[in-house]
């Protein structure tokens, strides 16, 4: 595949995902402020943020074109888009409170990336300030905290079914850009200095 193949395919990723945003927007829009609609409304602006960075991302040939790497970032990204209001919240203020915790720890992450943020496996350049300096996919760890922390405050069956889906294509996602990135020495020395990918001791 030439490399302007490839920087089609960097777009095409923008494109699906404002689309996808939009759907969720337009779904989970809260009709009032209650304790119910604070969780849609804390996940429209960090999901928000991800179409964001990925508008004004640094360009790269370096993507992958391994169909696999392209099916579990977009079973991931898709199936986060997908989660409905749920019913009322359990274990009190629990939930927000994961879920402001995740948040600025993903929200930490994606700005440390900053312009090398992307979806699919790629390589635009090594992070290795911040977060990144504690675990070596911290945007991934602060999702599943977010995640858990929604699940308390819009609890039903199809979100814990949306998200342990989106949780099996996160771990293949990780899979998936270590082994491109590896092919860089950079990302080696930094794997070695960093040698946890979502939590320190654990994995």
């Keep these: 595949m030439s490399s302007q193949q490839r920087r089609y395919l ?9 689309v996808l945003y939009g759907a969720l ?43 696999w790497d392209w ?16 019913g009322a919240p359990v274990a009190g203020g629990l939930g927000p409170f994961l879920m402001v915790f995740g948040l600025i720890i993903h929200v930490g992450a994606k700005l440390s990336l900053w312009k090398s943020f992307g979806l699919v496996a790629a390589n ?5 300030n911040g977060l990144y300096s504690v675990v070596r996919h911290p945007m991934y ?7 858990i922390g929604f699940l308390l405050a819009a609890p039903s069956l199809w979100n814990v079914a949306v998200y342990a889906g989106a949780w099996a294509a996160l771990v293949a996602r990780i899979y998936a850009e270590e082994r491109l990135l590896n092919e860089d020495a950079a990302y080696g ?9 979502l939590v320190p001791r654990v994995f």
Excluded: C, M
């Design 10 to 18: 960097d777009l095409a990723e923008q494109v699906v995902v404002v």
């Design 25 to 67: 927007f337009l779904r989970l829009w809260p009709g009032g402020l209650t304790l119910e609609q604070l969780a849609p409304l804390l996940i429209l602006p960090t999901e928000g943020l991800v179409v964001v960075l990925l508008l004004i991302r640094r360009r790269t040939d370096q993507i992958s074109t391994n169909w």
């Design 71 to 86: 099916l579990v970032a977009a079973v991931g990204t898709t199936l986060v888009l997908l989660i409905d209001k749920g």
């Design 124 to 128: 635009r350049g090594v992070r290795s």
């Design 141 to 147: 760890a602060g999702y599943i905290i977010s995640h």
């Design 189 to 197: 020395r930094y794997r070695a200095a960093v040698p946890y990918r």
